[in-house]
């Protein structure tokens, strides 16, 4: 079917960051780099306004014979150099490895396995747009070959991308295109897509969850200590509660929903026992009773860091004397924010 370039700038204009148009044209690779970076991170959907009467006119091109047009892009000969493919492929590489350095640097092997796969994976994409590919067996053994020397560091995705980019860049080559009329359906073509995007973000989504939950404590301290601000007067601490619920009520005003304060009331209450929990389980780990004073707490914790120390603790006891000592600098830290007794629980 002959593609419409109205029709392409109308899903370039729409869903461009997100490779409508490329996914129209039968560019999965390309719409799936774009799905992947927001349009080549907003730069590449916008140099596209001037390249997409090129795209349609390659979507429309027929091949001959399952092979490409020899008098166009003789097969032997690789594809002219494109600095603006090479610094897509390095970006797209560094970007990878930063992906996988958020959600996955707990994995065995990361350094040596994981880390180097992600890079090359990036860079492939972006070498596999369009027209022209590569050869992935090298790309991805150049990372595995480059990631070692800078083990453990966190610019490593730099000089592997980099490595990558240029062992792709040498063994770029014309894709054979397929006879005219065996293009896949739409739907697998989605589906296979929708795959790769998953495996992308999973890693991705859990750690951005992880750090949002751990933000989320840092502010159930922060609304805690708010409201313990005023124990004492209860009326100042029943306009703070009332203000913390107004967008509850903003939210139900402009939806109808209906359910009373209560759930609302709830979440606040669990947030503010989870407090709790943490400044009870804070003090039994230093031994100390819910009066005590701050000295009292300091002079505990300094008593209990001598004793379980891992340079105080050698040979078979060092592991249990590291998480012990790591489990009362986080009890210590958890009084030392709080800064008082728990008033709720007297």
């Known amino acids: 079917m002959t593609k419409s370039v109205t029709v392409t700038y109308a899903l370039w204009a729409m869903g461009g960051p997100l490779g409508l148009h490329h996914l129209y044209l039968g560019r999965d690779s390309h719409a799936l ?4 970076t927001l349009g080549g991170f907003g730069v590449g959907w916008a140099r596209e306004f001037f390249r997409i ?23 032997a000969r690789p594809p002219p150099v494109s600095v603006a493919r090479f610094a897509g492929q390095i970006s797209v590489g560094i970007y990878f490895g930063t992906v996988a350095l958020i959600g996955l640097n707990s994995l065995s092997f990361f350094y040596l396995i994981v880390l180097p796969l992600c890079v ?64 896949q359906e739409l739907g697998p073509r989605l589906y296979r897509l929708a795959l790769v995007w998953l495996a992308f973000s999973a890693p991705l989504g859990y750690s951005i969850f992880h750090n949002t939950t751990a933000t989320l404590y840092y502010l159930s301290d922060c609304v805690a200590a708010l409201l313990d601000m005023f124990w004492f007067f209860p009326w100042l601490r029943s306009v703070v509660e009332y203000f913390l619920l107004l967008p509850y009520r903003i939210l139900g005003a402009f939806t109808g929903w209906g359910p009373s304060e209560e759930s609302w009331r709830k979440v606040l209450e669990i947030l503010l026992t989870e ?50 000592f790591i489990q009362i600098q986080e009890a210590y830290e958890t009084l030392l924010r709080a800064q008082k007794p728990d008033h709720r629980n007297k």
Request: glycine residues 6%; contains cysteine; aromatic residues 4%.
């Open 275 to 324: 407090r709790s929990q943490r400044e009870r389980e804070a003090l039994q780990m230093l031994s100390v009773s819910k009066e005590a004073s701050m000295e009292e707490v300091t002079r505990s914790y300094r008593e209990l860091v001598k004793v379980w120390h891992p340079d105080h603790n050698p040979g078979s006891k060092m592991e249990e004397a590291q998480k012990m």
């Open 120 to 183: 090359g994976a990036g860079v492939h994409l972006v070498s596999s747009v369009g027209e022209q590919t590569t050869d992935l067996h090298k790309t991805l053994i150049a990372c595995v070959i480059t990631s070692p020397i800078f083990y453990g560091s966190t610019i490593s995705p730099l000089p592997i991308s980099i490595a990558a980019s240029v062992t792709a860049s040498q063994h770029r080559r014309f894709k054979t295109r397929p006879p005219s009329g065996s293009q």
């Open 53 to 75: 009467p090129a795209y349609v006119g390659e979507a429309n091109r027929e091949p001959e014979g399952g092979l490409r047009d020899s008098k166009r892009h003789p097969i």
């Open 33 to 36: 780099l774009w799905m992947l």
